[in-house]
């Protein structure tokens, strides 16, 4: 696949979802924002917490091996590896915003119950954050730099595969805050 329109698209993805976060999420009070719709089930706070803990996992990869990289022009076509392809499959969310695989989360990703009124715009920050390390890829190859996945070490990304996996994770996430709205 073409590494610019890759990057292109993921950086659109974004923006929507920054969009979506600062339209529906912002203006919420905080009955809303804390309310589960049930008790074994997350709020749109929890929701965003969440994803802000995954975020910090990528995104302090992002800070230290993007700006370490060598830059190359060559590198214009990124090919998704096996697990990355594998795993983006699994999280990121159909055309008509159904989500595939329904997952555990994992215990160091659940949020705490001490939410603070930070969270979202924790979460934008991050956004912003990500948009730059995908300006930053324009000009590195997205398959030979490795990002360690959340699951640790035994599994790696390329780094075009761990944009789309992060990226796809965050639009789930947010998928599933506006499903908690609704339900409220």
Same mark, same amino acid.
């Given at each position: ?61 992002? /800070?230290?091996?993007? @700006?370490?990289?060598?830059? &190359? #022009? ?7 590896? +096996?697990?990355? *392809? ?9 055309? /008509?915003?159904?989500? @595939?695989?329904?997952?555990? &989360? #994992? ?7 001490? +939410?603070?009124? *930070? ?66």
């Amino acid at each position: 696949m073409d590494k610019h329109y890759l990057i292109r698209e993921l950086i659109s993805d974004t923006q929507e979802i920054v969009t979506t976060v600062e339209d529906t999420f912002s203006a919420l009070d905080k009955v809303q924002l804390y309310t589960r719709p049930a008790p074994n089930r997350w709020s749109v706070l929890e929701c965003i917490e969440h994803m802000n803990i995954a975020n910090a996992h990528y995104i302090s990869q992002f /800070d230290v091996k993007l @700006p370490a990289a060598k830059p &190359t #022009m060559n590198a214009n076509e990124f090919k998704p590896g +096996l697990m990355g *392809n594998y795993f983006v499959k699994m999280i990121k969310p159909k055309s /008509d915003g159904r989500i @595939p695989s329904p997952m555990k &989360t #994992m215990k160091k990703f659940i949020p705490e119950m001490k +939410l603070n009124d *930070n969270t979202i715009r924790n979460f934008l920050a991050d956004q912003q954050s990500i948009l730059k390390a995908l300006e930053l890829s324009k000009r590195l190859d997205l398959n030979k730099i490795k990002i360690t996945s959340a699951i640790g070490p035994i599994v790696t990304f390329k780094l075009g595969d761990a944009f789309r996996f992060l990226i796809g994770h965050n639009q789930r996430h947010v998928i599933q805050a506006k499903k908690v709205l609704e339900n409220l």
